[in-house]
């Protein structure tokens, strides 16, 4: 499965990166802390999925979601925020996010999740 992260601490970006790394037949095509950087790679890539915070320091990541599944309404997408409340979780939600976890919290959840995605699917080429 082919994945873009958009995340602007750096210390969550390796993090994402080393803990995705060891998982099978996961490629990161991409990670980005600039939302407009994001949008233009995302839909010149096309990833599967993206994993993606809400608060960004130059941007809305709840803006990211709406405008991307405008034009890739399949790309599977997991937040993964530090803001947590039950309305940020609707608002994703409602917005066309396939999960919402607290970073704090749920860290452990991704490798099931994204092994979900993986199963449900077609194989994906990672040349």
Do not use: C
């Amino acid at each position: 499965m082919n994945l873009f992260i958009v995340e602007d601490s750096i210390l969550i970006q390796n993090r994402l990166v080393q803990f995705i790394e060891e998982l099978p037949d996961m490629h990161i095509m991409g990670v980005s802390g600039d939302v407009n950087e994001a949008y233009r790679t995302i839909l010149d890539i096309s990833p599967d999925a993206m994993i993606l915070d809400l608060q960004l320091g130059e941007g809305n990541g709840l803006s990211l979601l709406k405008d991307i599944k405008k034009y890739k309404p399949n790309i599977k997408v997991m937040i993964l925020t530090n803001h947590a409340t039950d309305a940020n979780r609707l608002h994703a939600l409602r917005a066309g996010a396939d999960n919402f976890l607290d970073k704090s919290t749920d860290f452990q959840q991704i490798p099931s999740i994204l092994h979900e995605w993986q199963s449900a699917s077609p194989a994906t080429n990672l040349n």
